[in-house]
């Protein structure tokens, strides 16, 4: 499985974008997908994710309310609408997904929990 994010670029402060991650190479089913980010300082944090059964939906709480994670079945592909850009949103951003469906509830926001990790995306947040 290939995971490829695009969407990135700069914006200023308070603007949008959307990231969408397309999975590709094969037959699989994905059971969670998330979105990680990388920060200049080297630090990979959480961001959001989406359980496709009951179409669960969880936020860190510094994108909570500004941040959108929604998923196409059809396309294989997750997006993430990023809103009410901050300059501390500047980061590499990573779509991740879990084809085992073994991923618990207090696992979501671990990385390491997911099978796939793909190429990021640079999102720079100017001020």
């Known amino acids: 499985v290939q995971l490829q994010a695009s969407g990135g670029g700069v914006v200023q402060a308070g603007g949008s974008l959307k990231l969408s991650c397309a999975a590709s190479g094969g037959t699989f089913s994905v059971y969670h997908w998330a979105w990680f980010r990388q920060t200049p300082e080297n630090e990979r944090e959480f961001v959001a994710a989406f359980r496709w059964r009951g179409g669960i939906t969880y936020y860190s709480d510094s994108v909570k309310g500004r941040f959108t994670i929604s998923r196409d079945n059809a396309k294989n592909t997750v997006y993430l609408q990023m809103n009410s850009l901050r300059p501390e949103d500047t980061a590499v951003y990573h779509c991740?997904?879990?084809?085992?469906?073994?991923?618990?509830?207090?696992?979501?926001?671990?990385?390491?929990?997911?099978?796939?990790w793909g190429q990021g995306t640079l999102v720079t947040v100017s001020s």
């Open positions: 991740e997904a879990d084809t085992k469906g073994r991923i618990i509830t207090s696992s979501v926001r671990n990385p390491g929990a997911y099978d796939y």
